[in-house]
Nanobody
């Protein structure tokens, strides 16, 4: 069973940057699409960014031009570089890996943005 662990969340001022990481328990990110989601209190979980096995990326309109998703050559870590953070980016960020009918989630990492 694949395990995902997110890290890198924290408190940042609006306009600042954070880099989140999603580490897998095995070298698997080269085979499947990895997606970052976020969920703010009272809101549904929403897609933030995704990277396919071939490296194609996709972003929510709200983060285009500010967030960058990437993965390392060892295919064990996917990162989300978040720049020019806004108050509305505050949420718990989750890493997701879908393999067939199986959906794997990490425990989430909280991002807090202050004004």
């Amino acid at each position: 069973q694949v395990q995902l662990v997110e890290s890198g969340g924290g408190l940042v001022q609006a306009g600042g940057s954070l880099r989140l990481a999603c580490a897998a328990s095995e070298s698997i990110f080269g085979l499947y699409t990895v997606t970052w989601y976020r969920q703010a209190p009272g809101n549904q979980r929403e897609l933030v960014a995704a990277i396919t096995n071939s490296g194609t990326t996709n972003y929510a309109d709200s983060v285009k031009g500010r967030f960058t998703i990437s993965k390392d050559n060892a295919k064990t870590t996917v990162r989300l570089q978040m720049d020019n953070l806004k108050l509305e980016d505050a949420a718990v960020y989750y890493c997701n890996l879908r393999i067939g009918v199986h959906n794997y989630w990490g425990q989430g990492t909280r991002v807090t943005v202050s004004s």
